[in-house]
């Protein structure tokens, strides 16, 4: 899987080594694992999909090469719990946040078992973020809004990366780049991709 991303541009060596180190298949129902090294997404139950390889590693290149040091991530969207692991093992602190409490617990016994003990978790509705804990260095959405959600901008810190895939339910996704300014943020659509949708509320 990584000469593949090799191959497919990845070029920074603690996800590369992060992504190696991580066993996926802890991260998806065995039923599944013979796929799990494919280069594709997979589903991880209610509807919900683990992203493939590619995209988990092109999202992280993006937000770790901003022009601070990107040490407190948040998540929005923990579902199996393999970006935030691929975040944690790359040395950040990550604050992820699921609203299918579910997802949750057992992302958190998939941590502790890989003793990944830098990730908080909170069970709410991810538009507005986590702001007790604001400003982070990076924001990685990992469900598709149809909008850029302001309240996460509002919680980076200045040179911070917001990476999030934006379209409306149907229609085609775009990766966006927001970066924020001392005084206000750029915005840079990236490649098209593809994620199940951000929903509002919370779900048990
Ligand atoms: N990062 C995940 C990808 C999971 S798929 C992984 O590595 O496996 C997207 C996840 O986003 C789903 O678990 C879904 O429940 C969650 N999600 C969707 N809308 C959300 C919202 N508003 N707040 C928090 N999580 C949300």
Redesign the pocket.
């Known amino acids: 899987m990584v000469e593949r991303l090799r191959a497919q541009g990845i070029t920074h060596p603690a996800i590369l080594s992060a992504m190696n180190t991580l066993a996926r298949e802890l991260?998806i129902d065995e039923a599944l694992r013979m796929r799990v090294y494919d280069d594709c997404s997979l589903p991880?139950g209610?509807g919900?999909?683990?992203?493939q390889p590619y995209i988990?590693a092109r999202m992280t290149e993006i937000l770790l090469a901003a022009s601070r040091p990107v040490k407190r991530v948040l998540?929005?969207?923990?579902?199996?719990?393999?970006?935030?692991?691929v975040l944690a093992q790359c040395g950040c602190t990550v604050f992820t946040?699921?609203?299918?409490e579910p997802?949750l617990a057992v992302a958190k016994l998939r941590h502790r078992a890989l003793g990944l003990l830098n990730i908080r978790y909170l069970h709410?509705?991810?538009?507005n973020g986590w702001p007790s804990q604001a400003p982070f260095d990076g924001i990685i959405v990992?469900?598709a809004?149809a909008e850029v959600p302001v309240e996460l901008i509002a919680q980076l810190a200045v040179g911070g990366r917001l990476i999030v895939p934006v379209g409306a339910q149907g229609a085609t996704q775009r990766l966006t780049l927001i970066t924020r300014t001392a005084t206000s943020h750029t915005r840079h659509p990236l490649d098209a991709c593809s994620?199940?949708?951000?929903?509002?509320?919370e779900?048990f």
């Open positions: 991260f991880i209610q919900q999909t683990l992203s988990v998540e929005i969207g923990t579902g199996s719990g393999y970006q935030a692991a946040i699921e609203r299918i997802f709410r509705d991810g538009f990992t469900a809004p994620f199940v949708p951000m929903l509002c509320g779900q």
